[in-house]
């Protein structure tokens, strides 16, 4: 089955440091993976994905993730972090061969102190 | 990108009774998807909507407790039945909108429920 797993709950990063949220994948197949946001008393947003390609992505938001498949990893990264950022972020990749259904991780909770 | 509204945003019910929960989306999309995501969890796939036929449940939820309909390309409801305090939680629809691209699923802003 597929899965992915964030091992952090929560994240505290200074402003203007860089932030790194971990993710990792178990998936059969060649994996495809998605980051969304989640602001409070709101939806979740689409921040990137990885296909296929370089294994560094470019999202929305000044955000980014490396795709590191010897270890299983999709790790979501920004080199400047804004308090604006603080959020809930989530992992997630396909359930099975289609991509509608996804499986998420159980979040990270991005704390961006002033 | 698919622009998707949920009604009503929140809502507070006792138990035993019924919510419907409505999923409206600016474009015709094919597929469309319900989400719950109970208190401090991640979000787990209930079923997906399919248009002119039955939804599909996926593990632990049955078509009883959650009834879909789907009556056009736009819109569904996803209804919880027989409510009890382990229902509260935040139910998102989802879109995936083919007309911007593939691998890309859109959110509604989520129905917040509590159930005394």
């Known amino acids: 089955a597929q899965s992915v797993a964030q091992p952090e709950d929560q994240v505290n990063v200074a402003e203007g440091n860089p932030l790194t949220v971990k993710c990792t994948y178990s998936?059969?197949?060649?994996?495809?993976l998605f980051w969304y946001v989640q602001y409070p008393n709101r939806g979740l947003q689409f921040l990137l994905k990885?296909?296929?390609?370089?294994?560094l992505v470019k999202g929305s938001y000044g955000f980014e993730a490396e795709f590191n498949k010897s270890q299983t990893s999709f790790h979501l990264k920004k080199p400047s972090a804004l308090v604006s950022d603080s959020a809930l972020y989530f992992c997630?990749?396909?359930?099975?061969?289609?991509?509608?259904?996804?499986?998420f991780g159980t979040g990270t909770r991005l704390l961006v102190s002033p | 990108s698919a622009v998707i509204s949920q009604k009503p945003s929140r809502d507070i019910c006792q138990r035993g009774t019924s919510l419907t929960i409505q999923c409206q989306v600016d474009?015709?999309?094919?597929?469309m998807f319900w989400y719950r995501q109970q208190p401090g969890q991640s979000l787990t796939l209930i079923a997906t909507?399919?248009?002119?036929?039955?939804?599909?449940?996926e593990s632990g939820f049955v078509i009883d407790k959650f009834p879909i309909s789907r009556p056009n390309l736009t819109f569904s409801t996803l209804t919880v039945s027989n409510m009890s305090p382990e229902d509260s939680s935040i139910y998102l629809c989802?879109?995936?909108?083919?007309?911007?691209?593939?691998?890309?699923?859109?959110f509604g802003p989520g129905t917040r429920l509590t159930v005394l």
């Open positions: 909507a399919n248009q002119g036929s039955e939804a599909t449940y």
């Open positions: 989802s879109v995936e909108d083919r007309g911007v691209e593939d691998n890309e699923q859109f």
């Open positions: 998936v059969s197949g060649n994996p495809y």
């Open positions: 474009s015709q999309v094919t597929m």
């Open positions: 997630a990749a396909p359930m099975n061969t289609g991509f509608q259904k996804l499986v």
């Open positions: 990885y296909i296929t390609g370089d294994n």
